[in-house]
């Protein structure tokens, strides 16, 4: 056999290796894709616009944000800074990642960092940390059959979305406060948590009253941001790769 | 192209930024300072109270209840559990409170 076709195999291996990583996050993530494409199209988005924005941004909590904040019809650059507070949290991602994946070549790593979920960083992450190596086929048969459930979720949530007569009743108004309610709880292990929600909490409330949506939203953030800033650092519990593995 | 494509579109052009922009920005610095990194650690859960807090406070006692039981729920397990655990009470009480 030539060393072209032992390494031709290797990589098929990987890329399932990577694939029974990914099956697991697919099950997780499917009710939040269709809940997705289902508010998008409550919100008045096309089942276009809602495949569109599932295949392109691919970071679920940010998506939920963008709809939510559509409905109450913000400016445009207001969202998107939003989408970007949101997926802030990706630069630390990125910069752990990054020191994974130095052997591959620029097209592979420019690829590879569109797909960087919380999940793909936890399974990248964790199989570096156990001394392996993080291939790019590995970690593209781990992101892709995610990758293409969420889009389509994205399409069949938003097709049913318009089916459903009675929205209120359903209670998918408030489904989105849940949910975000859900993602606030997940991050709960990390330093200083408590008194950065309750700060955020009620400066966003007092700007609600007083300023006005949409300007709570950055001013109850900044708000809870900066304490984290100035309160005494203590060492923080390495608790990222296991909380929130389970969404986008 | 409509409003909304292009705050999709521009929506995804700033996440791939910040997938990409950690490792090309924060790895050319050796450590990153600590209070910075507090401030970044804090982003998450900061911005996503903002989005709960004022619709809570404006919320009825259906809602109330709903994010109450979601919220005791999600002390003891995942997102899943407790989304589900929040909707369903919304949904019975607003089916029985009308």
Redesign the interface.
Known sequence: MSSEAISEGARASGFWRGFQMGVPIVV?SA?FGLLFGALAAEQG?SVF?AV??SA????G??QM??I?L?GQKLA?AL?????????????????????RIRHWPLAQ??IG??F?TDPQYAGAEAKGERGEDVSFAWYMGMALPVYVCWVAEAALGAQFGKLIPDT????LD??????????????RK????LP??I????V??IA?KTVG?PW??S?????????????P?KK?DQSETSE?S??L | MSTTVWIILAGAAMTYLTRIGGHLVLSRFERVHPRIEAGLDAVPAAVLTTLVAPAAISAGPAELAALLVAGIVSLRSGLMPMFLAGAAVLIALRHFMG
């Open positions: 997780a009710p988005f616009e569109l924005m392109t941004v691919y970071a909590a940010s944000v963008g939510e559509f445009p969202i998107v800074f939003s989408i970007f507070a949101v997926n802030f949290r990706h630069v630390l991602y990125s910069a752990a990642l990054g020191r790593k420019a960092f569109f960087l209120h009743a359903f209670g408030f489904l989105l406060p849940i949910y975000f309610l859900g993602l606030v709880m997940g991050f990390r330093p200083l948590w950065i929600v700060t955020s909490a009620i966003s409330i609600y949506s709570h939203v001013i109850g953030a900044v708000a809870g941001i900066l304490l984290a800033a100035v309160m650092i923080s929130r389970e969404t």
